[in-house]
């Protein structure tokens, strides 16, 4: 059961290319957003359609793929981990994001 205890599952489709970035000590990085979609219908009866967008990060191998084949708009299934991190900005605030960190990612569409 500990696999479970963070672990999260999106189909969706990226919302712009990927951002592809080398760190010094050569790892990869990829950094992008993708959309899903819900649909359901309010009290009135009417169609409700719901979009949320989810940061996502992906490594190494990982980013090699991202980079190679990802492209704004296709649609992709990512499986990895919740992550939380903060950082200052440029003005001193304490900005805060959540991100999911990429074990597995599977192409569909075309």
Known sequence: MNALRNKVQLIGNLGND???IEL???KKLAKFSIATNESYRN???EVIKDTQWHNVIAWNKT???VEKYVTKGKEIAVEGKLTNRSWEDKEGNKRYTTEVVVNELLLLGK
Do not use: F, H, L, S
Request: hydrophobic share 35%; glycine share 16%.
């Open 63 to 65: 980013a090699e793929i």
């Open 24 to 26: 010094d000590n050569g």
């Open 18 to 20: 990927p951002e592809i």
């Open 43 to 45: 009290a009135q009866g």
